[in-house]
């Protein structure tokens, strides 16, 4: 029975069509992925779905009684309460059952009648039965897990951070354990332990989930199927985000095959028409021309539509010295009272490619900002190495002046850069025409970290700084990131939770937590490997006892957590090293189809243009010799000769392209 029947949804603002006759039903189990390049309308279908927008065709139908949670981008306002009250409105109808239950005990007190004693029973077994004992431990598990230390549980909402907000927000709907829910980013302001904390917790969700996010981590493990939103439909996809890959390579191949063959039956379909309609067979060729023209109009087939991709290139403005950073007897932070950080000694190498990782508020960003020159340090030094040039991206995009446009912005990164330069490049950031002209202020963010990229691939840097790159870029962006910083030829040193952009490019990875840093050879697997050797897996231990509490099913005993570790921690990296196999696997073979079809469409326009060039010297060769010019005659036959032979080659590759591609 489905809880949610979607019917020919359309969505408009203003001219632009958004959505376009969307179906799609949601199950109790079902657990969906939503996917798609950052404005294809995922958001807009979330905020349909949940209520909050109508449709501007079609109806949303949804179950009786059905209870939705909605993490959105942008949130409501909050109530004037503090972290731990917010937690507990949530639970008010359970709270009231406690209170009732607590003035029946004292009415026992003085009053044994039977009447008296079975509304106590009753309501005893349903307060037991909804978790009544163990909300406490519940509310413990999901601000701890989201990163809320019992310290903080009684700062009012409006001290928090917009980050916190969210978090908090989001603690509010993981105890109201709705029949769905639907979570929109809900990694953006988590670190990379309650983001694991919140996939275990997930994955023991018993309710149905709709997804967007653009961390590929996350969807493969809390997404069991995946719907695609681009160009205004909806399609759905078996398995998570890796398996979707796959499928969708395949799909786009057998729909170009389709298309092609279409294509080959219109075009002799047409030659034949051209060639007999005067001719002893008119009667035939009408007959073609209307079945022909009827076709089109009611069965022919769109060519497959592909989204645009931002094209980046980053060339190093030649070599570094062998030593890029040093830092000795580091202190960083704000106050010398309450420092942040404190290291003997670091060292970044030319051709590092150094993630920092840690806990939010840990200090990644001020370590980074401080060996940057940024930020003095409370003690010690960091000293630059000879011929570094460092280009620097910042998570808060401090370094773009809000007040100019986003042509001037990109100007102002070199002396000397032309308007028609910057035009260039923000067109391959995908910002054109009129846009260029937009105040950096009303750029969203992802626009905003393509204007940054932008002004990178101006200055040239050997030395790359990156305070959480791939924030606000959808999928297709990241894996474009990705690409690029494992080509650079430069040293990379990044603050950043993308597992995959870890995975993919850090040659070593810097733990910043409790007051340290731990340098670690290897990349995220090395991590890993690192943090279970150490013991330090609190946010799988925390979501194990959320699975057992807030499930409703006893907490796991610390027997059990013993005899499973092993097995589970085996389990663990089983299903990382498969993941990233299947990743990159189905990235290659989506990369590899992208290349073919690219150059098939490329030596199509290559063998018209040649066509049309032996077209012009076959004219020219019949004029001149008309005009007896021997010589002319000649020289236009040898140029039609070589031509003609480029021909060849060209068709005899477009044929070999097309037998891959099928």
Not at 622 to 650: F, H, I, P, W
Request: glycine fraction near 8%; proline fraction near 3%.
């Amino acid at each position: 029975m489905s809880i949610i029947i979607a019917e020919k949804i359309h969505h408009n603002y203003a001219l632009r069509h958004v959505l376009r006759d969307v179906s799609l039903t949601i199950s109790p189990n079902d657990r969906f992925g939503l996917i798609g390049p950052n404005g294809e309308g995922k958001t807009t279908l979330l905020r349909i779905i949940a209520g909050e927008l109508d449709p501007t065709e079609g109806a949303v139908h949804r179950r009786r009684g059905l209870r939705v949670g909605y993490l959105p981008q942008v949130l409501p306002e909050l109530k004037q309460t503090t972290i731990r009250g917010a937690m507990l409105d949530v639970l008010a109808p359970l709270l009231e059952m406690e209170k009732q239950l607590h003035e029946l005990a004292d009415r026992l007190a003085g009053d044994h009648s039977p009447d008296l004693l079975d509304r106590y029973g009753q309501l005893q077994a349903e307060f037991e039965a909804r978790g009544g004992h163990s909300y406490p431990n519940r509310i413990e598990q999901v601000l701890t897990g989201l990163g809320f230390p019992p310290a903080m549980w009684e700062r009012p909402l409006a001290e928090l951070s917009g980050g916190q907000r969210t978090r908090a927000y989001l603690g509010t709907l993981l105890l109201e354990e709705p029949d769905l829910l639907m979570l929109d980013e809900p990694t953006n302001h988590l670190d990379l332990e309650a983001v694991e904390w919140l996939e275990y917790w997930l994955r023991s969700f018993n309710g149905a989930l709709l997804v967007v996010s653009h961390d590929r981590y996350f969807l493969d493990r809390v997404t069991a199927d995946t719907l695609e939103v681009a160009f205004g439909d909806v399609e759905k996809y078996r398995g998570s985000y890796s398996a979707y890959l796959t499928q969708r390579a395949e799909r786009y191949k057998e729909r170009m095959r389709r298309w092609e063959a279409q294509q080959d039956y219109i075009r002799e379909t047409r030659d034949f028409i051209a060639k007999h309609l005067a001719g002893q067979r008119t009667k035939e060729a009408q007959g073609r021309r209307t079945r022909l023209e009827r076709f089109i109009r009611d069965e022919a087939i769109q060519r497959p539509a592909e989204h645009q991709s931002i094209s980046l290139t980053l060339n190093s403005s030649g070599r570094t010295g062998n030593m890029v950073f040093r830092a000795t007897e580091l202190t960083i932070g704000y106050s010398s009272d309450a420092p942040l950080v404190h290291s003997d000694k670091l060292e970044v190498l030319r051709g590092q490619r150094v993630a920092i990782v840690g806990p939010n508020g840990s200090g990644k960003t001020t370590l980074l900002r401080t060996m940057l020159g940024q930020l003095d340090p409370l003690g010690g030094g960091v000293k630059l190495g000879s011929g570094v040039k460092v280009g620097y991206l910042s998570q808060t995009h401090s370094e773009l002046d809000q007040a100019t446009s986003v042509i001037e912005a990109v100007q102002s990164a070199v002396s000397g850069c032309t308007e028609q330069q910057a035009r260039d490049l923000l067109a391959r950031m995908l910002i054109q025409g009129d846009d260029v002209f937009k105040k950096v202020t009303q750029l969203s963010g992802g626009q905003r970290s393509r204007v940054l990229l932008a002004r990178l691939m101006l200055q040239e840097p050997n030395v790359l700084a990156l305070d959480e790159p791939t924030n606000h870029l959808d999928i297709p962006s990241r894996e474009i990131i990705e690409e690029l910083l494992q080509s650079f030829e430069g040293t990379v040193i990044m603050v950043s939770h993308d597992r995959f952009l870890i995975d993919a490019v850090a040659s070593d990875v810097w733990v910043v937590d409790g007051g340290a840093v731990h340098e670690i050879a290897g990349g995220w697997e090395a991590y890993v490997a690192w943090r279970s050797s150490a013991g330090e897996e609190p946010m799988a231990d925390s979501a194990r006892a959320a699975h057992g509490i807030i499930a409703g099913g006893a907490p796991a005993s610390e027997d059990d957590d013993a005899n499973g570790a092993s097995a589970a921690k085996q389990q663990r990296q089983q299903e990382r090293q498969d993941r990233k196999s299947e990743y990159k696997a189905a990235r290659k073979q989506a990369n590899l189809v992208q290349r073919l079809q690219s150059r098939h469409e490329a030596l199509e326009a290559e063998i018209e243009q040649v066509e049309a060039e032996l077209e012009l010297l076959s004219r020219q060769i019949s004029q001149a010799g008309e005009d007896c010019d021997l010589n002319r005659v000649s020289e236009l036959g040898r140029q039609y000769e070589t031509a003609n032979a480029r021909l060849k080659k060209m068709w005899d590759e477009w044929a070999e392209l097309g037998e891959q591609l099928t």
